[in-house]
């Protein structure tokens, strides 16, 4: 793209301001999941044909790259006000859930939208980090706690949400943001444990409560005994990657996405082990981590309380998110349906994570002012 530097346009200022590295890497995570999601096929398109099926799997992938380009050329002010706009209608897309979602694995997190089956809680991380940073911000005038208390009452209302969807890995990540912001914001050491262990506790009452975390957690710490008849999910995935070896069985020759429900979604990284191997995987993590390092490198620079709380919540996401799919595919943490952020098909959370990186982009662009200056 060739844009001089004396562009005053606002095409010429977005370009010359905007993170063009984290930019190429976002887009590059795109690329490499539409290449692994045309090679390797899924199990949604069989009965489509193949143009439909080509369709299918580039719209959502095209939708973000426009998403992410159109949300990181907002100002600031801009981010702020569709943050806001966008938690208030994920938070009633996500009620809507509960009176007519559909209930899928135990969880009731799905509603019909335009004829699109639609996760809203998905929007709900990205929009909830930018503007518990602004309440975070804005609250600083009558003290460090009174912020608190005003930037919790969002995250409470998603809480209880989700807690009745049930959705305990989202709850868990938005959590885990969201003390992570307060404990940049200054709130002191001792009240982040208190918060840590209120978490911690919310995490037993899960595992008494509801059956399939339960489930999970105890397939984690005592894996049942090998048996060649019945291999577990997390059985398959480990094989998978050993399938794959060094350099991958090669594009469509992997027979894991056959055996796995959700495999181009929630165990993504294990397909990619088995047919592009060890090397592409490392080099895939590398991508995620040089996303996530890049951005919190850039936000020592940076002076602004507000950009700096909200682009911090909005990596962390990110990369917890990453950290918790990868994780759970390698058998390092117990089984969560969570997406792989830009791999993975799924419309949601694609669609989700490209809000999230837009304003990421918007936040941290060159500026010459600050945010509430104009």
């Known amino acids: 793209m060739d844009v001089s530097r004396t562009d005053t346009s606002t095409l010429g200022r977005w370009w010359w301001g905007v993170d063009r590295w984290t930019m190429g890497a976002l887009f590059l995570l795109i690329i490499m999941g539409c290449l692994m999601a045309l090679a390797t096929g899924s199990s949604r398109m069989r009965d489509l044909s193949a143009a439909a099926a080509t369709f299918r799997q580039l719209f959502f992938p095209t939708l973000a790259i426009a998403i992410i380009v159109c949300v990181s050329l907002m100002p600031v002010k801009a981010v702020v006000r ?194 592009y191997g060890f090397i592409f995987c490392l080099a895939l993590i590398g991508v995620f981590g040089f996303v996530v390092l890049r951005g919190l490198t850039r936000l020592t620079k940076e002076r602004d309380p507000f950009v700096a709380l909200s682009a911090a919540g909005l990596l962390v996401q990110f990369g917890l998110q990453a950290f918790i799919n990868m994780g759970s595919t390698l058998r390092l943490i117990p089984t969560k349906g969570m997406t792989l952020p830009l791999v993975s098909y799924g419309g949601s959370s694609m669609i989700g994570i490209a809000f999230g990186m837009g304003m990421l982009l918007a936040l941290t662009r060159r500026r010459h002012f600050r945010w509430n200056e104009g």
């Not at 809203?120 to 804005?138: G, I, N």
């Not at 509801?210 to 995935?237: C, F, K, M, W």
């Not at 894991?256 to 294990?270: G, N, Q, W």
Request: proline share 6%; glycine share 14%.
């Open 82 to 275: 569709f943050a806001f706009l966008g938690l208030a209608g994920a938070l009633f897309l996500t009620s809507l859930t509960l009176v007519i979602g559909t209930e899928i694995k135990g969880g009731r997190r799905w509603i019909h939208l335009l004829g699109q089956s639609v996760q809203p809680s998905e929007f709900l991380k990205p929009f909830l980090a930018v503007c518990c940073a602004w309440l975070m911000v804005w609250g600083q005038k009558y003290g460090k706690f009174v912020a608190m208390l005003v930037a919790v009452v969002p995250v409470l209302m998603a809480a209880v949400l989700l807690k009745q969807q049930p959705d305990m890995g989202m709850l868990a990540v938005i959590l885990g943001v969201f003390m992570g912001q307060c404990f940049m914001a200054g709130l002191p050491l001792l009240w982040v444990g208190v918060g840590a262990l209120g978490a911690a506790a919310l995490g037993v009452l899960a595992y008494m409560f509801h059956g399939h975390v339960r489930l999970r957690i105890d397939a984690y710490l005592n894996p049942p005994a090998p048996n060649p008849g019945s291999i577990t999910q997390e059985e398959r995935s480990l094989m998978a990657f050993g399938n794959g070896g060094l350099w991958g069985r090669g594009p469509g020759e992997g027979t894991v996405k056959t055996h796995l429900p959700d495999a181009d979604a929630d165990f993504v990284f294990a397909v990619l082990g088995e047919e």
